[in-house]
């Protein structure tokens, strides 16, 4: 299965943007690149994912380099809400979809 | 709303008792997993179930027991084999080959 690799944390200012990095070098043509986030004793919560294209959704954007090894997450204005774990994951639908590989994320710090 | 419920949030369980997590999911999804978290740490797969009354084991499936007798329903039994069963249990549910959406979580200890 192809993995992803991420920053353990990153800092942000409220209010401002903020990007979050994931390389995925292995990944294949069928991989969607999944984006989730987690708050302490939650479950994980669904937040964007792509194929090729960039996407938006109310929550974020998902940057897709063109060669599909790294993509990039981007809160637009970050809020003290948006403090979490944020997990890039790739999900290949063709194969054993349960086995998502849940690395150990960025956690995402927001100062006021 | 729909969504998918866990119960119980926090559970205590004995050394050498089977204890069940329940989830039931009103998403009409066909495909239900389960995982565990252990601090700090990402999620791994116990066991997951793509179609009702059928289920497949995932990485960590020793020492855990599942059923599928209603597409709401999948719980998950924590039997005495599992040695080390503390730690934080997702459940979870997706449409055939889609985007999985995970439950609020249920703690079990060990006491």
């Known amino acids: 299965d192809a993995k992803t690799t991420q920053p353990n944390s990153m800092e942000s200012n409220e209010e401002e943007p903020v990007h979050l990095p994931c390389n995925h070098s292995t990944i294949s043509g069928t991989d969607y690149i999944h984006w989730y986030r987690q708050l302490p004793s939650q479950g994980p919560e669904y937040v964007i994912h792509?194929?090729?294209s960039n996407v938006n959704n109310r929550m974020a954007s998902l940057a897709i380099a063109e060669d599909r090894k790294s993509s990039t997450l981007i809160l637009h204005r970050a809020t003290l809400r948006d403090a979490a774990v944020y997990y890039c994951i790739l999900l290949n639908y063709g194969g054993s979809q349960g086995n998502l590989i849940f690395g150990k994320g960025t956690k995402l710090s927001v100062k006021p | 709303d729909g969504g998918i419920t866990q119960s119980p949030k926090y559970l205590f369980r004995k050394e050498g008792q089977n204890v069940t997590l329940s989830c039931e999911q009103n998403l009409n999804h066909d495909a239900m997993y389960w995982y565990r978290q252990d601090p700090g740490q990402g999620l791994r797969l116990i066991y997951y179930?793509?179609?009702?009354?059928?289920?497949q084991k995932g990485d960590i499936a020793e020492g855990y027991s599942v059923s599928r007798e209603k597409k709401e329903s999948f719980p998950l039994t924590v039997t005495s084999a599992q040695k080390n069963p503390t730690a934080f249990y997702l459940c979870a549910s997706s449409v055939y080959r889609g985007t999985i959406y995970f439950g609020e979580g249920s703690w079990l200890t060990v006491v």
């Open positions: 179930s793509q179609i009702v009354n059928d289920f």
């Open positions: 792509g194929l090729t």
